[in-house]
């Protein structure tokens, strides 16, 4: 780009300088550094201020995960337990430091007793059942944080799919709050999807509301029906009518199995994807919208690659974690 | 001031301006590649001078010490392109005063959040929520990951470097979810 900077030689190496204090991070909370390894780390941070400042830096930014993370449960006591992320703790000046800022960042935070937050994995697949007897089922990939207090129950999802059966209390609302948008029961079963995008919400049984409560994107409203499928995003809402069969297809997760009803292969295979590490993608823009119909478990990629080769008669070929399928 | 009370400050007043402070550099320095050391440069100035007062309101200080940094810059430089240096003297620090990264509410944070934990690359975000949310260890980790424990490593260090980049060094996205 410009010729101005090139002949500019820099005092320090940012780069280098970082990923010495992200190893240093990662070692010292969370192997067991040596006596001699927490030497050399004092001697590090003390070299210079820009080692200091950047050790300051990461450990800001991994405190700030906290707000996703520190309500579901409580902080693991500082204890001689090897195990853990910074459950261990040595009674050095570095150590003192870093106690010193998580303390006053809020690590050693206890939660609020009415808070939790919940969170599956990839491919993982979890019922909790709250203290008023109302259920959530949590689907790959999902995060949620519950609140619950005398007048009222809110939910928020943070990220992927679940199933709420709610048990009704005209006393104390339930709402799932996502992406800006809330699902204000009342007395119901029902799905709430949430991806990049979009939100998806399906009502199994009862009813609900379902408005925007975010005052950046549209304002809308409606009361779902059993049946009814609400597909939202910043600017739109559209309320669709599924069959119960429909309905019974997008919910076969729950029994851990994916059923696909003349479904464009794309589709499928982001569907699948959703659960597993190894990834399906269709490399041929010409057979994406073949469609599939059948059961495979979640977790059947292999299964899945069966039936694209000898059912469809397709191609597929491993590369690195991805499996390619072409003609 | 302590280091300790230095490492405090630093954590809640300045490193939640970095968004503005890389803007500012982006707009005022042409060679993305010197952006982080820039950045490095002008903390490390920033600290030398906190240690004996911490100034007070921060921004105007912090934008004051970049621009002070780039001009020494170009100074040390014996050719400077004209448009290098475009808007160096007329730099609206004043503009910069009102700091819409510090009012943001909570929810926004929290969503801002989740995206930069979606963008980590997958393997990495695996490792960062077993090391976070599940409170494992670089060998729990491994085990559940299937790799071996400095693989874990690299990965959490990717990963913390990547959550400092995305929560404090770009501005927020405001399509972020």
């Not at chain 1, 410009?2 to 005092?11: N, R």
């Not at chain 1, 106690?99 to 050693?108: D, E, R, V």
């Not at chain 1, 007048?151 to 009704?168: D, I, M, P």
């Not at chain 1, 997008?250 to 199995?257: E, H, I, N, T, Y």
Request: aromatic share 8%.
């Amino acid at each position: 780009m410009s010729d101005l900077s090139v002949s500019v030689p820099l005092s320090t190496d940012a780069e280098a300088i970082e990923a010495q204090a992200a190893a240093w991070f990662v070692r010292w909370g969370f192997s067991n550094l040596s006596d001699q390894g927490q030497q050399e780390f004092e001697l590090w941070l003390a070299e210079a201020p820009a080692h200091r400042i950047a050790y300051w830096r990461l450990t800001g930014a991994w405190a700030q995960t906290d707000r996703l993370t520190a309500l579901r449960r409580p902080m693991p006591p500082i204890s001689a337990s090897p195990s853990g992320f910074f459950r261990y703790f040595k009674h050095t000046v570095a150590a003192i430091l870093v106690l010193a800022i998580s303390a006053a960042i809020g690590w050693t935070q206890l939660p609020k007793p009415s808070v939790q937050i919940f969170s599956t994995l990839l491919g993982g697949h979890k019922t909790i059942e709250l203290s008023d007897g109302s259920q959530i089922e949590l689907n790959t990939s999902t995060t949620l944080r519950v609140s619950l207090d005398k007048s009222q129950r809110s939910v928020e999802l943070l990220s992927g799919e679940a199933f709420f059966k709610v048990r009704h209390d005209s006393a104390r609302p339930f709402s799932v709050l996502v992406s800006g948008h809330r699902v204000m029961d009342l007395g119901t079963e029902f799905l709430v999807r949430k991806d990049t995008q979009r939100v998806e919400v399906a009502l199994i049984q009862g009813r609900a509301r379902f408005e925007s409560v975010d005052a950046s994107i549209q304002q809308h409203s409606a009361v779902l029906t059993p049946g009814d499928v609400v597909v939202a995003n910043a600017g739109s809402m559209t309320v669709s009518k599924k069959s119960s069969a429909a309905l019974s297809n997008a919910l076969a997760w729950r029994q851990g199995v994916l059923i696909f009803h003349f479904t464009p292969l794309a589709e499928a295979v982001d569907e699948l994807n959703r659960y597993n590490r190894e990834k399906l993608v269709v490399a041929d823009t010409s057979i994406e919208s073949r469609t599939i119909y059948g059961t495979v478990p979640t977790n059947g990629v292999q299964a899945f690659i069966g039936v694209a080769r000898n059912v469809l008669g397709l191609r597929v070929e491993k590369r690195d974690e991805e499996f390619l399928i072409s003609r | 001031m302590t280091d300790l009370e230095l490492s405090q400050w630093f954590i809640r007043e300045v490193f939640p301006l970095e968004a503005s402070l890389m803007q500012f550099l982006h707009r005022n320095w042409r060679n993305e590649s010197d952006l982080n050391d820039l950045r490095q440069d002008v903390y490390v100035r920033l600290y030398e001078s906190a240690r004996n007062e911490l100034p007070d309101p921060v921004k105007p200080f912090l934008f004051a010490v970049a621009r002070n940094l780039i001009v020494d810059r170009i100074r040390k430089t014996q050719v400077v392109p004209i448009d290098a240096v475009s808007d160096i003297d007329t730099l609206d620090v004043a503009s910069e005063s009102s700091s819409p990264e510090r009012n943001v509410i909570a929810r926004d944070e929290l969503r801002r959040l989740q995206s930069a934990i979606d963008r980590l690359p997958p393997r990495c975000r695996e490792a960062v929520i077993l090391a976070r949310i599940e409170c494992l260890s670089g060998r729990e980790i491994a085990t559940r990951l299937g790799i071996h424990e400095p693989a874990v490593s690299r990965l959490l260090e990717r990963g913390v470097r990547s959550l400092a980049e995305m929560l404090y060094g770009q501005p927020p996205d405001p399509r972020a979810k």
